[in-house]
């Protein structure tokens, strides 16, 4: 029980996932209430860490209502029509047991719980509960990225739960995004203030990136080095595996390819090419992404740098419209309108195509304003609200070539605030920025196994 001992002391007192203890009963009361009389299913992490991964990441809407950072196979169920919240905890792991969360009247004092069960009896529970069926029941996903479809057991989270729920009578179930999201959407001064140190660190890890490009260096080579400027600076690690994604694989289309691909398509950086350096450290469960285009060479050839500095352009004006209530499309809007007044003055061959394409139809089409909190992509507002923080990420491609810029930003009352502060924009900026490196750009390094 040493774990709940910190739940006893003052509402300011942390709680193991990093939030004061008191932030996630307020958020569970905040759920319920959005409830109405159906019901919401919560589940943790089915399975430990395994030994291929970096470090155990609870599923984030567990975490956000739970704190509850360690636990495995439990699940969390918030009964509007009771106002209950009912823990299930797993039973002790055989290898695993430096926390338990006991059953009983005692950790549901702790941990501000209704109950907290077995997971034993949560098949009983569930059915006695529909009895009196709820009009719907919402289930968090744990497996949002790359969930299939079928066969059943392989589904995604919340079609495995339908077919568990359905034969008990639940009517209609759904995807919890509707209870959940609107409350993770708006940040608390505590998320806030975490968030500030992910994007100080996030923008450190990017610098190291682009400061570890250069011509025959293996793109596997330079995301170590953001990975290890992310824990130099103070992060438990990365928010996800860096993408230093150079020539064919920075276009946008290609980037997902590495989700199924053994060595995150490793390949050869080759002078005159671009890279994407997307980046995000991750610090007590909250993540970052903040990037941008660089220059394999060092330098942008004239083409790429009006390209560029074009798109810069349009960036920063549509940075400049993102305030409570604007609508994502204004932001947008306004960077394409930038775009359009510039294009006439436009000199080299890129440039000129960069525009047209950005002009053209579907130009805008990949351009996102997304959430950026528990997860490092948590939905995509179509108005902006004081209190969200949102990665502003725009990118486009052209004759082959992808040019992305993505900052991490707090919507406040009266503005903005860049929680990335001090980052190069321009190509001359970039450029300057890539020599200011004590470890320099010179000499070679261990060429890392590939196939490619």
């Given at each position: 029980m040493l774990l709940f001992a910190i739940f006893l002391l003052a509402g300011a007192q942390q709680a193991p996932g990093g939030m004061p203890a008191s932030a996630y009963a307020a958020r569970r009361a905040a759920a319920l209430d959005r409830l109405g009389s159906d019901l919401l299913i919560v589940p943790s992490r089915a399975s430990f860490l395994a030994d291929d991964q970096l470090g155990y990441v609870q599923a984030p809407d567990f975490q956000y209502l739970t704190g509850l950072d360690h636990l495995v196979g439990a699940v969390l169920v918030l009964d509007g029509g009771s106002k209950a919240s009912v823990l299930f905890t797993a039973r002790p792991a055989r290898l695993v047991n430096r926390w338990i969360v006991s059953p009983g009247a005692e950790s549901a004092r702790q941990l501000g719980m209704t109950e907290v069960l077995s997971v034993d009896s949560l098949s009983g529970w569930l059915a006695r509960?529909?009895?009196?069926?709820?009009?719907?029941?919402?289930?968090?996903?744990?497996?949002?990225?790359?969930?299939?479809?079928?066969?059943?057991?392989?589904?995604?989270?919340?079609?495995?739960?339908?077919?568990?729920?359905?034969?008990?009578?639940?009517?209609?179930?759904?995807?919890?995004?509707?209870?959940?999201?609107?409350?993770?959407?708006?940040?608390?001064?505590?998320?806030?203030?975490v968030l500030r140190r992910v994007g100080r660190t996030s923008g450190e890890a990017f610098l190291a990136g682009i400061r570890a490009l250069r011509p025959g260096r293996w793109q596997r080579e330079a995301e170590l080095e953001v990975v290890a400027a992310c824990t130099k600076a103070g992060a438990r690690g990365v928010s996800f595996w860096p993408w230093t994604m150079s020539g064919p694989t920075a276009v946008f289309t290609n980037l997902f390819d590495s989700f199924q691909d053994y060595e995150h398509v490793n390949r050869q950086m080759q002078a005159g090419e671009v890279v994407r350096v997307d980046v995000g450290c991750q610090i007590d469960h909250y993540m970052g992404?903040?990037?941008?285009?660089?220059?394999?060479?060092?330098?942008?050839?004239?083409?790429?740098?009006?390209?560029?500095?074009?798109?810069?352009?349009?960036?920063?004006?549509?940075?400049?419209?993102?305030?409570?209530?604007?609508?994502?499309?204004?932001?947008f809007e306004a960077a394409t309108a930038e775009i359009k007044r510039l294009q006439p003055g436009l000199k080299t061959a890129l440039g000129r195509k960069a525009a047209e394409t950005l002009l053209g139809p579907g130009g805008t089409g990949p351009w996102e304003l997304h959430g950026v909190g528990l997860d490092d992509a948590e939905g995509e507002p179509e108005t902006l609200r004081a209190g969200m923080t949102v990665a502003y990420e725009l990118m486009f491609a052209v004759e082959g070539q992808g040019y992305y810029l993505e900052d991490m930003i707090a919507i406040t009352k009266d503005g903005h605030e860049v929680l990335t502060p001090g980052l190069p924009y321009t190509a001359s900026e970039i450029e300057a920025a890539m020599k200011a490196t004590p470890a320099g750009r010179g000499s070679g390094a261990v060429r890392p196994a590939s196939r490619r």
């Open positions: 509960r529909f009895r009196r069926p709820p009009a719907r029941v919402y289930v968090s996903s744990v497996d949002t990225r790359g969930a299939v479809e079928t066969p059943i057991p392989m589904a995604g989270t919340v079609e495995r739960w339908r077919h568990f729920l359905a034969p008990m009578g639940a009517a209609t179930i759904g995807p919890a995004v509707p209870i959940v999201r609107p409350l993770r959407d708006i940040k608390s001064a505590e998320e806030l203030a992404d903040v990037g941008r285009t660089a220059p394999v060479s060092g330098r942008f050839d004239p083409g790429q740098r009006e390209a560029w500095d074009l798109f810069i352009a349009g960036y920063r004006a549509g940075l400049l419209t993102i305030r409570d209530g604007a609508p994502a499309r204004a932001v």
